[in-house]
């Protein structure tokens, strides 16, 4: 049997059931990447009109808290018919691509009772696109927005809403992201084998960290010399 005959042997239902399983979780991703963005600067009062009370909230200041919403979908066991193997079809599909999800964390953090950021985690991707599950939790909000929502922004390839990567967090207020004792030390990447990677940090006006020397890089690569042990 050629090539050709053996593609024209194919009924027409199970190749359309295949493009539909593939395009399944696309607009959900979508749908979820834009959450992450238009939800930014909405109150709290209002992410709990359309989003729901969260699971879990921990206030880390003040004016800054963390907010967990988490869910979990069923995903029922297709079974074959008369017509069409769905169940065959199904499992081919998985076989070579992996199947769906079921659980989506999101995270969010407040800045003085506004959101500031949207994060994802968890097997929450569907069958196309990344974080698909996690439009169940937003979907509230997405068909009946809140007034202190932002405005929508285009979609892939006019604006940054695509169905495969998150959007960028927007820059943070210090308050938001530093604690009274993160923010008296700071990371140096000087590759010196024997100093702590978190340091004090230097008092205002100091001259900046200098970048890593040729003799710390390639003393980090051989180890470098053993220190002296009095």
């Not at 967990?68 to 069409?84: A, G, N």
């Not at 169940?87 to 003085?112: E, K, V």
């Not at 990344?130 to 929502?149: K, P």
């Not at 927007?170 to 978190?198: C, H, M, R, W």
Request: proline share 11%.
């Amino acid at each position: 049997m050629s090539i050709r005959s053996g593609f024209s042997s194919l009924h027409p239902l199970p190749l359309m059931a295949l493009l539909f399983l593939g395009s399944c979780g696309y607009f959900d991703s979508q749908a979820a990447h834009e959450a992450q963005y238009s939800l930014i600067g909405t109150t709290s009062y209002d992410l709990q009109a359309c989003a729901g009370v969260p699971g879990s909230t921990k206030q880390l200041n003040g004016t800054t808290a963390i907010w967990q919403y988490d869910i979990t979908r069923t995903i029922p066991t297709p079974q074959d018919s008369t017509l069409i193997p769905v169940g065959s079809i199904i499992n081919i599909y998985q076989a070579f691509f992996g199947g769906p999800g079921s659980t989506c964390r999101m995270i969010i953090r407040l800045d003085h009772d506004r959101v500031s950021e949207v994060h994802y985690s968890g097997n929450d991707d569907e069958y196309i696109g990344d974080d698909g599950i996690c439009s169940l939790i937003t979907r509230g909000c997405a068909r009946q927005r809140e007034s202190t929502m932002r405005k929508p922004a285009p979609y892939w390839p006019s604006g940054p809403i695509n169905a495969f990567s998150s959007v960028p967090t927007p820059p943070q207020s210090t308050s938001a992201t530093y604690s009274a004792e993160s923010g008296k030390y700071i990371p140096v990447f000087d590759n010196d084998p024997y100093l702590p990677v978190i340091r004090p940090a230097p008092p205002p006006g100091s001259p900046p960290v200098p970048a890593p020397t040729d003799k710390a890089k390639n003393g980090a690569k051989t180890g470098g010399s053993q220190p002296a042990h009095k």
